[in-house]
């Protein structure tokens, strides 16, 4: 087995998912000093341009018609032979639906560990894994002489993933796909949102602290001061006081804004780990013991109606000035 890490590349509708990049930084981070490679693995149709901001040492292409949208029968197929004529030392996929789909058969199929919710690894070989729905944090030995790793997003940073020059590009021949048992029928695309909150630069983020419906217009107020966009926990969302798209979480969006303003939010993992790409994350909360503070650059214990109102007269004071 080699010292090389290869990333299985996630990519939809003509975009590198963000995953992609956070794996390529965590990669990167785990072949330091041992003389690894770092490898994309990028199959597609007409794809071979989404490698141009990989931060790879080498990209492996692989080009078919049936590989132009997701489909795990293709995808096995492919990486199977790949993996095993070069013996990486650890294989990444994301902790998403896509590498869930493949994971556990290529784990199978290759007689190979399986290491999964891994929020970190390290040079020394070390990794960090999610358990119990993010509520405990499990450290260990990346298993010898080969794994397979679905990474989550936390400590490695997607802008850490991404190459200022195209990486250098190997066209793969794949094995004959004609034999497939299942096949895409149409792409269902979801209706468009409001706004695209991962690409926000400033979000106000509301949870159970709010209370009620009729507080968010509050959050609302202080948005429109601040040149935001209100955002939301779970709680707040399944109470239909926002719209899923402004779902801030695990099951909702992903974000990275320069400022992340939590309001009543206590940090549930499903929530904190969706958040770690935020540049400056400031936490109002009038528990002393919630989970935000831990991962917030500022915070005040205080009840959010207190602080809500006179922070927006503040800003707008500020921006009439």
Same mark, same amino acid.
């Given at each position: 087995?080699?010292?090389?890490?290869?990333? /299985? %590349?996630?990519?939809?509708?003509?975009?590198?998912?963000?995953?992609?990049?956070?794996?390529?930084?965590?990669?990167?981070?785990?072949?330091?000093?041992?003389?690894?490679?770092?490898?994309?693995?990028?199959?597609?149709?007409?794809?071979?341009?989404?490698?141009?901001?990989?931060?790879?040492?080498?990209?492996?292409?692989?080009?078919?018609?049936?590989?132009?949208?997701?489909?795990?029968?293709?995808?096995?197929?492919?990486?199977?032979?790949? %993996?095993?004529?070069?013996?990486?030392?650890?294989?990444?996929? !994301?902790?998403?639906?896509?590498?869930?789909?493949?994971? !556990? !058969?290529?784990?199978?199929? #290759?007689?190979?560990?399986?290491? *999964?919710?891994?929020?970190?690894?390290?040079?020394?070989?070390?990794?960090?894994?999610? %358990?119990?729905?993010?509520?405990?944090?499990?450290?260990?030995?990346?298993?010898?002489?080969?794994?397979?790793?679905?990474?989550?997003?936390?400590?490695?940073?997607?802008?850490?993933?991404?190459?200022?020059?195209?990486?250098?590009?190997?066209? /793969?021949?794949?094995?004959?796909?004609?034999?497939? +048992?299942?096949?895409? &029928?149409?792409?269902?695309?979801?209706?468009?949102?409001?706004?695209? %909150?991962?690409?926000?630069?400033?979000?106000? *983020?509301?949870?159970?602290?709010?209370?009620?419906?009729?507080?968010?217009?509050?959050?609302?107020?202080?948005?429109?001061?601040? !040149?935001?966009?209100?955002?939301? &926990?779970?709680?707040?969302?399944?109470?239909?006081?926002?719209?899923? &798209?402004?779902?801030?979480?695990? &099951?909702?969006?992903?974000?990275?804004?320069?400022?992340?303003?939590?309001?009543?939010?206590?940090?549930?993992?499903?929530?904190?780990?969706?958040?770690?790409?935020?540049?400056?994350?400031?936490?109002?909360?009038?528990?002393?013991?919630?989970?935000?503070?831990? #991962?917030?650059?500022?915070?005040?214990?205080?009840?959010?109606?207190?602080?809500?109102?006179? #922070?927006?007269?503040? /800003?707008?004071?500020? +921006?009439?000035?």
């Amino acid at each position: 087995m080699g010292a090389d890490a290869y990333v /299985v %590349i996630e990519h939809l509708r003509g975009q590198v998912a963000d995953i992609s990049y956070v794996m390529l930084a965590a990669a990167r981070e785990l072949v330091q000093g041992s003389g690894g490679k770092v490898v994309a693995i990028l199959l597609g149709h007409k794809a071979k341009d989404l490698s141009t901001d990989l931060s790879a040492d080498e990209v492996l292409y692989v080009e078919h018609a049936d590989l132009q949208d997701f489909i795990p029968d293709a995808y096995q197929a492919v990486l199977l032979p790949l %993996i095993k004529q070069n013996q990486p030392r650890v294989v990444l996929l !994301g902790n998403t639906t896509i590498g869930a789909d493949i994971a !556990g !058969g290529l784990s199978v199929a #290759l007689d190979l560990p399986l290491v *999964s919710s891994c929020r970190q690894l390290m040079s020394d070989g070390k990794f960090v894994c999610q %358990i119990c729905g993010g509520k405990i944090l499990a450290e260990g030995n990346l298993p010898e002489p080969a794994t397979l790793v679905t990474m989550t997003p936390g400590v490695h940073r997607s802008d850490d993933g991404k190459a200022a020059a195209p990486p250098h590009v190997t066209d /793969v021949q794949p094995p004959a796909l004609e034999a497939l +048992r299942t096949h895409l &029928s149409k792409y269902i695309e979801p209706e468009a949102a409001d706004v695209d %909150i991962s690409k926000e630069p400033v979000l106000i *983020s509301v949870g159970r602290g709010i209370q009620n419906k009729d507080n968010v217009e509050l959050a609302e107020d202080l948005a429109k001061a601040l !040149g935001g966009v209100v955002t939301a &926990s779970r709680p707040v969302i399944d109470q239909s006081w926002l719209a899923t &798209s402004r779902l801030v979480g695990k &099951s909702g969006k992903h974000v990275k804004p320069k400022l992340y303003l939590a309001i009543g939010i206590s940090g549930a993992p499903e929530h904190v780990e969706a958040i770690t790409d935020s540049e400056t994350i400031i936490a109002i909360n009038q528990d002393p013991a919630a989970p935000i503070f831990d #991962l917030a650059k500022y915070g005040v214990e205080i009840d959010m109606f207190e602080l809500i109102e006179v #922070l927006t007269a503040k /800003v707008k004071a500020a +921006r009439g000035a």
